[in-house]
């Protein structure tokens, strides 16, 4: 019954009530993809090849979106690694004119990949299963189970406003799939009762670094977390966890978390990047460090946006009230929102503290909590908080998927 479910349901089912992709061309810069990060709510924006006279057009055909295609995607995160490299330390600005392309993953498999309306469930676990984190659907060729005639379909592809030739797009998601398969759980008895132990998908390959490291020496882990969709676990000598540095929480810091990253430890920087907001003790140790580096124009560039502006703003904060201190720190952005002019953007800051399960927990307690923190993976600890390992929304689709070859 679960295998017939998966091969009737159609990837536009997902597609319910999704926002349209906001984009950025493939020849932007990188300066370009900070604005629109720092200027958006959405933490990721997908990054497209458009060419709008292609041959098929010429000839008189039918509009859609095959001369234009969604190559990647980019982040916070991207751009901050990019900038925390040593070379581009020295010149942040200059790093910033650099094209777009020198920051998206060029490797398979494929991160974001087209997926037709039409496809079935089953072929977009497939794909996910492959290497795939984003699937891109046509929004308006969705429409069609809705009784909406093809005539009007083409009306309304042309009346949209997009780069992508009248159409627009959405993308679907590893957390979209399980919300999905979570709505019909049931189907799938007796899968999600049993532990994630006993199912075997708890990897032990995890991303770690010790407390006490550089933050700088995690930038491999960090940028191999991304891609991976997991986080880097910060543990102690003896292999306590005792936090993370996750892709996440880091996507909410502006640009200037790089600097951070090039002179705190990953323990500083865990507790630097926490949705409370930096405290004012690692603000100043990281301006003393950058000066010691002799990263002057990085050190421009962190005083723009930090709150320690300058040494006379400092002390004449500390003799101003906390309200005042605070004002100044929190600004209003159009539309209501709320940012914190020393780390953070528009977009919605999570508390840094990781998300963690027991080997024993069920593999439908495990989606419940994963989903409810909007995280695509769980830490699985011990008792006496010792690492074991993690449990990703990639690794619960694989077992699903199994689960359905032998029924």
Known sequence: M????????????????????????????????????????????????????????????????????????????????????????????????????????QAPPRIVVHLEPSSTLLEAIDLILQGAQNLVVPIIAATRKSGISRRKQIQIQKSLSTSH?????????????????????????????????????????????????????????????????????????????????????LGCCDETVAAAIATLSAGDLMAYIDGGGPPEDLLRVVKARLREKNLEKMLQEFMILSPLASDASSASSASSSDEESSSARIRMRPGGRYSRSSSYSARMVRKAEAIVCHPKSSLIAVMIQAIAHRVNYLWVIEDDCSLVGIVTFSNMLKVFREHLETM
């Open 2 to 105: 679960a295998v017939s479910f998966l091969q009737e349901r159609e990837v536009s089912d997902l597609c319910l009530g999704k926002p349209p992709l906001r984009s950025l061309s493939a020849s932007s810069t990188i300066a370009h993809a900070l604005a629109a990060l720092n200027n958006s709510e959405d933490n990721f924006i997908s990054v497209w090849t458009c060419d709008h006279r292609s041959k098929k057009e010429e000839e008189g055909e039918e509009e859609g979106g095959e001369c234009c295609r969604c190559v990647g995607k980019v982040c916070m995160v991207d751009v901050v690694c990019f900038l925390s490299r040593e070379d581009n330390l020295l010149s942040p600005s200059q790093a910033l004119k650099a094209p777009l392309s020198v920051i998206l993953t």
């Open 165 to 249: 030739n009248g159409r627009e797009f959405c993308w679907i998601t590893q957390e979209d799939v399980i919300r999905f398969l979570l709505g019909s759980i049931g189907l799938f008895t007796p899968l999600p009762a049993l532990s994630i132990d006993s199912l075997g998908i708890i990897s032990t390959d995890v991303l770690a670094i010790d407390y006490y490291s550089p933050a700088s020496l995690a930038l491999p882990a960090i940028s191999k977390s991304l891609a991976d969709q997991t986080s880097v676990a910060i543990v102690d000598s003896d292999g306590t966890f005792i936090g993370e540095i996750s892709p996440s929480t």
